[in-house]
T-cell receptor
Framework: DVKVTQSSRYLVKRTGEKVFLECVQD?????MFWYRQDPGLGLRLIYF???????EKGDIPEGYSVSREKKERFSLILESASTNQTSMYLC????????????FGSGTRLTVV | KNQVEQSPQSLIILEGKNCTLQ??????????LRWYKQDTGRGPVSLTI?????NTKSNGRYTATLDADTKQSSLHITASQLSDSASYIC?????????????FGTGTQLKVEL
């Protein structure tokens, strides 16, 4: 069974901390994505990557960075966590091509206090 | 601006009943439309993907329709079960080739009761 695995289901961090969210996929997908999901706003794209060491900004990249050193791993980094980054974070991966679906991880519920 | 609007925002139905969820979009150029099911506290799971030339697609008790002329889609759930309780998200893909951009609706929250 193909999988996208996010390292933590729940995370509580303090304001100003550096936070790492890890995502690993075992499907040899080229593309990986980080979204955040907030009530009433739907999923919003933070960053995505089409290849190793490659990254592109999504719609809301401010306050975030990413790293993709290996094809299967895509990390989201909050350089200095703030309370407005409290959210559900979802990682996804896909093959290249317009009609391939996305496989999502189970999400990480991050609370910044 | 690309937008995806879903209705209703929430819905409660009795087990065994049918229901239909709506999705209207203004996305250009249209590539495909997807419906996802998201259980509480979990990531979305794909139900269907439809391209411009497809006007209906089924996945078990789920049937999605697409009218590319009116830019509307619906998801029909037949003989609902308690396990259908979830958020259903409509997602429209814009663009050509591998550089597609997804626009997500905010979802319809469905609750199936006994």
């Amino acid at each position: 069974d193909v999988k996208v695995t996010q390292s933590s289901r729940y995370l509580v961090k303090r304001t100003g901390e550096k936070v790492f969210l890890e995502c690993v996929q075992d499907m040899d997908h080229e593309n990986m994505f980080w979204y955040r999901q907030d009530p009433g706003l739907g999923l919003r794209l933070i960053y995505f990557s089409y290849d190793v060491k490659m990254k592109e900004k999504g719609d809301i990249p401010e306050g975030y960075s990413v790293s993709r050193e290996k094809k299967e791993r895509f990390s989201l980094i909050l350089e200095s966590a703030s309370t407005n980054q409290t959210s559900m974070y979802l990682c996804a991966s896909s093959l290249t091509g317009s009609n391939y679906g996305y496989t999502f991880g189970s999400g990480t519920r991050l609370t910044v206090v | 601006k690309n937008q995806v609007e879903q209705s209703p925002q929430s819905l409660i139905i009795l087990e065994g009943k049918n229901c239909t969820l709506q999705c209207n979009y203004t996305v250009s150029p249209f590539s495909n439309l997807r419906w996802y099911k998201q259980d509480t506290g979990r990531g979305p799971v794909s139900l269907t993907i439809m391209t411009f030339s497809e006007n209906t697609k089924s996945n078990g008790r789920y049937t999605a329709t697409l009218d590319a002329d009116t830019k509307q889609s619906s998801l029909h759930i037949t003989a609902s079960q308690l396990s259908d309780s979830a958020s259903y998200i409509c997602v429209v893909s814009a663009g050509r080739g591998g550089g597609n951009k997804l626009t997500f609706g905010t979802g319809t929250q469905l609750k199936v009761e006994l």
